[in-house]
């Protein structure tokens, strides 16, 4: 059961580079997100999808891009990596209309720009 | 728009005492769902406990338990019996009612909770 699957763990990569950070769900769960952990700010939503071809920006999308590419893969893009993108980033899942329900989250990546 | 505080940044307490996190969150709408997520030095996310408006009953589990006040929207985390494991991060977290693409969820900024032995 391995629930929500991201890869890498970590990465590092120098200012200008750029990557792409996966997310895989196996519960067939509607909605996916994409969160950026800083010290003292909490998790940030950057983007989230509420089914497969829909996608919205959260509170700090800029420098970003996702592609819900099925129910399944959610994944998120930095195309000019930054120094202040350096974080901890994490994939959610829910399902969707079932409130009561908590977010299912991967391990996250730590994601370091020189 | 939402907003959830947390207005302890960090917190200690000593083994087997009671401690008490703060959460007060901003809202106009009348249904909706409060959560805390622990987080250890593993990163992982874990939910402790979770809340539906509109259940007047705080929800308990095991040595965890809620104080839930509507009215004033303040949704404080209780934990008895203090253990070493339970040294972590936690987060509060608010969620509306789902409806079709708005679904999101917001989280406070966190209370690190540091167990003396």
């Known amino acids: 059961n391995a629930g929500v699957t991201q890869t890498p763990k970590f990465q590092v990569l120098k200012t200008g580079q750029s990557m792409t950070l996966q997310c895989a769900q196996d519960m067939n769960h509607n909605s996916m997100y994409w969160y950026r952990q800083d010290p003292g700010m909490g998790l940030r939503l950057i983007y989230y999808s509420a089914s497969e071809g829909t996608t919205d920006k959260g509170e700090v999308p800029n420098g970003y891009n996702v592609s819900r590419l099925n129910k399944r893969e959610f994944s998120l893009r930095l195309e000019s990596a930054a120094p202040s993108q350096t974080s ?21 990546t730590r994601l370091s720009i020189l | 728009a939402q907003t959830v505080t947390q207005s302890q940044p960090e917190m200690s307490v000593q083994e087997a005492e ?3 996190l703060s959460c007060t969150y901003d809202t106009s709408e009348s249904d ?26 705080n929800a ?43 679904d999101k969820i917001i989280f406070g900024k966190g209370t690190r909770l540091h167990i003396l032995p």
């Open chain 2, 18 to 20: 009671t401690v008490t």
């Open chain 2, 32 to 57: 909706y769902y409060l959560f805390w997520y622990k987080q250890p030095p593993s990163r992982q996310m874990i939910l402790v406990i979770r809340q539906e408006a509109y259940k007047q009953q």
């Open chain 1, 88 to 108: 901890v980033y994490f994939c959610a899942s829910n399902k969707q209309g079932m409130g009561n329900q908590p977010q299912h989250f991967g391990d996250g």
């Open chain 2, 60 to 102: 308990t589990e095991n040595r965890f338990s809620v104080n839930f006040q509507k009215a004033a929207k303040s949704f404080s985390l209780k934990i008895s019996d203090s253990q070493l494991g339970d040294a972590a991060m936690y987060f509060c977290a608010y969620r509306s009612v789902p409806l079709n693409r708005d």
